[in-house]
T-cell receptor, first 114, second 114 residues
């Protein structure tokens, strides 16, 4: 079946540091890949997505590239801010298997300190 | 515009009781999803509606769980004979119909079964 594995947190960084959160996936079909973010006290919201191999999703300075050869979709940001402190979830949907449902990883908590 | 809303925001009940959780999707969104998020985990898919019908209920853990969407808008997740293991945050999401549409999440209902 489909699954998503992402790096364990919490991740603690100083402001302006470089961020990488690793995400790898297993899928039987041709999944779309997503990063969702959950800020403290708020609901899940889509950060970025990529629907096919080699696509790059980007938003708010975050980027992730859909790498089929390594089955990865790592999240990166060149310079994090305190306001980026949140829990980040990698997810996939695979119409050939799980339909429209999203399969989520366990989440990675990020804390950015001033 | 208004986002996805869920009521109640918190629900405390006793083992064996019946509970109903409500989701109000974004106006015009024909697709609606329920997920369950346990502590320290990512959301897990429960059920997906397209219009009034449940297009995929493969994530419902057992027959104590049931969901309806009688008019194709508001949905209710019903849990009979609650167990302590049902304690979690129940998330609702909605989207437009069609492939690759973004799912918009509500703030969730935190259910605690004593």
């Amino acid at each position: 079946g489909n699954s998503v594995t992402q790096m364990e947190g919490p991740v603690t960084l100083s402001e302006e540091a470089f961020l990488t959160i690793n995400c790898t996936y297993t899928a039987t079909g041709y999944p779309s890949l997503f990063w969702y973010v959950q800020y403290p006290g708020e609901g899940l919201q889509l950060l970025l997505k990529a629907t096919k191999a080699d696509d790059k999703g980007s938003n708010k300075g975050f980027e992730a590239t859909y790498r089929k050869e390594t089955t990865s979709f790592h999240l990166e940001k060149g310079s994090v801010q305190v306001s980026d402190s949140a829990v980040y979830f990698c997810a996939l949907s695979d119409l050939s298997n799980s339909g429209y449902a999203l399969n989520f990883g366990k989440g990675t908590s990020l804390l950015v300190t001033p | 515009g208004a986002g996805v809303s869920q009521t109640p925001s918190n629900k405390v009940t006793e083992k064996g009781k019946y509970v109903e959780l409500r989701c109000d999707p974004i106006s015009g969104h024909t697709a609606l999803y329920w997920y369950r998020q346990s502590l320290g985990q990512g959301p897990e898919f429960l059920i997906y509606f397209q219009g009034t019908g449940a297009a995929d209920d493969s994530g419902l853990p057992n027959d104590r769980f049931f969901a309806v969407r009688p008019e194709g808008s508001v949905s209710t997740l019903k849990i009979q004979r609650t167990e302590r293991g049902d304690s979690a945050v129940y998330l609702c999401a909605s989207s437009r119909a069609g492939l690759q549409e973004t799912q918009y999440f509500g703030p969730g209902t935190r259910l605690l079964v004593l």
